[in-house]
């Protein structure tokens, strides 16, 4: 999965876009490429302010003005509309980030929620893509495979159902698993990169199972299929298929 200058990156689905997005503006800061976090949809405070400065206005104009003069000084940012209950701030409307892009840069887009679930059933108004996305990652994390269609494994149990054909406390195998995967990424533009990145892969038999589900994946044309395992407070592992 390659990220550079220019690129609008959404992340979708669930089980790991927060960590994913952590590592990927790391990478980014470390190689001196200003980053712009702009969320889509809510995002815990926590998480923003490890990435950088955030800032919050309902007015695009304003939020553009202060986007560019921090990634002028710091080189990355965190955009959001404003700040909600619970420490979150809410998400920036999709049309308005082509406004925000940084010039030489890259944004990154949590534009999806699944409350903390590995995977999810992706409804029909889902995702919130930003208008000019360049490439799509469909998240999920590994934990679910194997485990029973429900609440506890599963954001939106029913739609997950609907999508993939297994019904309520049945097994998530890998061909259902991808099936959901492949969900979060069907409103992806049609000139936009898409890729996968499963979370929570170690070494060994893990790494098996996320190899069946990736041979899923590209039966359906998706072959840029990241394995990983992305911690909370440390860089995590990646493996490219």
Known sequence: MKIGAGDVVAFVGAGGKSSAILQVARELREAEIPVLVAPTTKMSLSEAERVGSV????DMEELSAEVTEILTSEGVAVAGSTMLSKRRI???EPAWVPALV??????????DGSRRRPIKGTASHEPLLPEGATLVVAVAGLRALGEPVDEEHVHRPEVFSEITGVGPGHTIDAPAFARALLAGLRNAPENARRAAL???VEPGPSMARASVVARELWRDGVRDVILSSLPEESPGRVWVL
Not at 55 to 58: F, G, N, P, W
Not at 102 to 111: I, Y
């Open 55 to 58: 800032l919050v206005s309902e």
């Open 90 to 92: 809410g998400g920036v």
């Open 102 to 111: 940084p010039g030489h840069g890259v944004t990154l887009v949590e534009a």
């Open 198 to 200: 499963l979370a929570d």
